[in-house]
C-alpha cells in the first residue's frame, strides 16, 4: 500500500480554482461531511486535496488504492516488534484518531471490503469499528474522508454503488479551460505562458480522440511535464513525444497519426 502524510501547516501547494470547489470542500470539512471528487485522470483532484488540506491547517494522508488494497491496510494490524505483537494503526485509523483528512485516490481500485469500513464513517455515526482490537473509535474533530475516481474508468467490475455514493457530497472536475490552463502549466513549468499556450492547444485536440484512438487523453500533469522539459532546453518536438505522445499508446500506428497532429499544430 501507498500512504503518504503530509503535516499540518505545510505550505500550500499551487491550485487554480475553476469554480466554487475550495468553498464546497471548506463548508464539507467544518461540518463532518464525506467528499467524492469525480474526474479525469490527472485533472488536479490530488493536487486540489492537498491544497486544501494545507489551507486548512489539517494533517492529510493520502492512499493510492490499488487492487489489492484491503480494509486491514486501512485499518491496520498486528505486527512483530522487538519478539512483541504490537498493533500498528493504518492511514485510515490515524485520521480517525487525529482529526486528520484522509484521501483515497481511485477509490473505486480497492477490494469491495473497503467500502464497507467506511460506511459507518459516512454516516451520522461517524464511527470506526476495528474488530481486532475490539475498538469503535469515534472520528475526532475536524475528521475527513476524501475520495475520487475517474468516471471514465468505470465498468460493471469497478464502480461505485449507488449505496455508497449516496453517501458522499460530490464535486465534478475537468480540466481547466485553456486560459486557466495556460497559466498553471506556466507557474509550474517557469515555460512562459506563449510557449505554453500551443502545447495547450495540442492537448486539447489530443482530448478530442479520448474513445477514439486514444483509452484517455493528455493530463496536465503531462503538459506540465512536457513545459518543464522544453524549458529545460530539450527540442519541442522530443519534449511531447516524451510527455504527451508515449505516454498515450504503444500502438505505432496510433503515435504515427498522433505525431502528424502535433505537426499540423507546430508547423
Known amino acids: 500500500m501507498q500512504a503518504h502524510r503530509t503535516q499540518e501547516g505545510a505550505t500550500a501547494p499551487f491550485y487554480f480554482p475553476q469554480g466554487d470547489e475550495r468553498e464546497v470542500f471548506a463548508a464539507a470539512q467544518a461540518n463532518g461531511l464525506p467528499l467524492l471528487l469525480k474526474g479525469p485522470t490527472g485533472c488536479g483532484k490530488t493536487r486540489f486535496v492537498a491544497h486544501m488540506a494545507a489551507q486548512l491547517e489539517r494533517r492529510l494522508y493520502t492512499v493510492a488504492c490499488h487492487d489489492d488494497l484491503s480494509a486491514t491496510d486501512l485499518i491496520g494490524r498486528y505486527l512483530l516488534k522487538g519478539g512483541e505483537t504490537v498493533w500498528v494503526d493504518g492511514p485510515l485509523t490515524r485520521a480517525v484518531r487525529e482529526g486528520a483528512i484522509c ?3 481511485e477509490v473505486v481500485e480497492a ?5 464497507v469500513v467506511l460506511h ?6 461517524r464511527i470506526l469499528p476495528i474488530d481486532r482490537t475490539g475498538e469503535e473509535l469515534e472520528a475526532a474533530s475536524g475528521f475527513m474522508l476524501v475520495a475520487s475516481y475517474n468516471p471514465g474508468y468505470q465498468n ?5 454503488k449507488p449505496s455508497t455514493r449516496q453517501r458522499f457530497l460530490a464535486i465534478e472536475f475537468d480540466f481547466p479551460n485553456p486560459e486557466q490552463e495556460t497559466e498553471i502549466v506556466a507557474v509550474e513549468s517557469g515555460l512562459p505562458a506563449q510557449r505554453v499556450a500551443p502545447l495547450v492547444r495540442l492537448a486539447g485536440k489530443l482530448r478530442g480522440l479520448k474513445g477514439q484512438d486514444l483509452e484517455e487523453g493528455v493530463s496536465t500533469r503531462l503538459l506540465v511535464y512536457c513545459a518543464t522539459l522544453i524549458r529545460q532546453g530539450m527540442p519541442v518536438e522530443r519534449a511531447i513525444r516524451a510527455a504527451m505522445i508515449e505516454p498515450l499508446t504503444d500502438d505505432e500506428d496510433v503515435k504515427r497519426g498522433l505525431l502528424d497532429l502535433v505537426t499540423a499544430v507546430f508547423g
Not at 156 to 160: G, Q
Open 156 to 160: 460493471i467490475l469497478k464502480t461505485l
Open 111 to 115: 477490494r469491495k471490503d473497503v467500502t
Open 103 to 105: 484521501y483515497l485516490d
Open 120 to 125: 459507518p464513517l459516512t454516516d451520522d455515526r
